[in-house]
């Protein structure tokens, strides 16, 4: 099995900075690709990056493109979200998610992976 634990979420301001961090242990050499994803009150969840773990290679839906940053530090088992010039509308509980499968293509749907965190609360002023 592999846990998943996020942290680095609070309040900030419009147009402010947050980095996320999701730390990963146990079956860790399992994990091929980790992702975020995030959840506002009543609205689904929603895909936001996602990096293969080995080579790097790393996705941003659109909505935050240009403003989010996926990166991982493979020594440490920690994947971060970089999240700049943020918005009221970023406001939601995040995810860190972890999927035993290699990612061809981009894979953005919450079924599709395999271990989740407990999710972070980020707070966005408007």
């Known amino acids: 099995q592999v846990q998943l634990v996020e942290s680095g979420g609070g309040l900030v301001q419009a147009g402010g900075s947050l980095r996320l961090s999701c730390a990963a242990s146990?079956?860790?050499?399992?994990?091929?690709?980790m992702g975020w994803f995030r959840q506002a009150p009543g609205k689904e969840r929603e895909f936001v990056a996602a990096?293969?773990?080995?080579?790097?290679?790393?996705y941003c839906a659109d909505s935050v493109k240009g403003r989010f940053t996926i990166s991982r530090d493979k020594a440490k088992n920690t994947v971060y979200l970089q999240m700049n010039s943020l918005k009221p509308e970023d406001r939601a509980v995040y995810y860190c998610?972890?999927?035993?499968?290699?990612?061809?293509?981009?894979?953005?749907?919450?079924?599709?992976?395999?271990?989740w965190g407990q999710g972070t609360q980020v707070t966005v002023s408007s």
């Open positions: 146990g079956r860790t050499f399992s994990v091929y690709t």
């Open positions: 998610a972890a999927r035993s499968r290699t990612m061809y293509r981009l894979v953005v749907a919450p079924n599709e992976y395999d271990y």
């Open positions: 990096i293969t773990w080995s080579s790097g290679s790393n």
